[in-house]
């Protein structure tokens, strides 16, 4: 069964660095998400993609944050300058496009740490 | 805006006993609800949604939830708990259909005993 990689499953960064978070969707897909999880709290959304722009993203998503799909298969989270707060389990979704379509498929994580 | 409330950080049964996770949620207009269930080192995994068709939804693994408008709930049983059972639980709520993004609870992590 198709499924949602993400790569790579912990990443450990120092404060001020730029980190990039990696996610193979679903082949078939066309409307990408990312959403975090501060330990403890709820899983937040971030922001979603389509068509090459972005669709919504959440007040979370600020100029410290980029999106980009380089190429075909892969869908990426850039933080710019990561702070200590920027620390969580950030998670790749894919799903098919349409109003039909409100089922998103989660991809296992990235566990952030920023020291 | 929507909201999502679980009750219980943390449910504990016995193997074989009824597994009953709560969700309450708000929201201005008919919701689409979710539940996902996230296994160790795993990703979110749909256990079942709700789309204003049938109010009792069957998902996998045994599962299903039933959507109360009255109540502004959507809980999760099993009537017999499994130790593969064991997980993290997420409520999701989303007031559009379609690509949308999605409204979480905290989770509920179920621990089932031997």
């Known amino acids: 069964e198709p499924e949602v990689t993400q790569t790579p499953s912990h990443q450990v960064t120092q404060m001020g660095q730029e980190v990039i978070l990696r996610c193979v969707p679903i082949s078939n897909h066309l409307y990408f998400y990312w959403y975090r999880q501060i330990l403890g709290q709820k899983v937040e959304f971030l922001v979603s993609?389509?068509?090459?722009?972005?669709?919504?993203k959440s007040e979370i998503f600020d100029d410290q944050f980029s999106v980009e799909r380089p190429d075909g298969s892969n869908f990426t989270l850039k933080i710019r300058s990561t702070k200590l707060e920027d620390s969580a389990m950030y998670f790749c979704a894919s799903g098919l496009a349409g109003d039909s379509y409100e089922t998103q498929y989660f991809g296992p994580g990235t566990r952030l740490l920023v020291l | 805006a929507q909201s999502v409330t679980q009750l219980g950080s943390h449910v504990s049964v016995s193997e074989g006993a009824l597994v009953l996770l709560r969700c309450n949620y708000s929201?201005?207009?008919?919701?689409?609800l979710f539940w996902y269930v996230q296994y160790p080192n795993q990703g979110l995994q749909l256990l079942l949604k709700y789309t204003s068709a049938a109010t009792l939804v069957k998902g996998i693994n045994g599962f299903e939830a039933e959507f109360k408008k009255s109540e502004t709930s959507f809980h999760l049983t099993k009537p017999s708990a499994h130790m593969s059972d064991a997980a993290e639980y997420f409520c999701a709520v989303s007031d559009r259909g379609g690509n949308t993004p999605l409204v979480f609870g905290k989770g509920t992590r179920l621990s089932v005993i031997a």
């Open positions: 929201s201005s207009v008919p919701p689409y």
């Open positions: 993609f389509y068509n090459n722009e972005i669709s919504e």
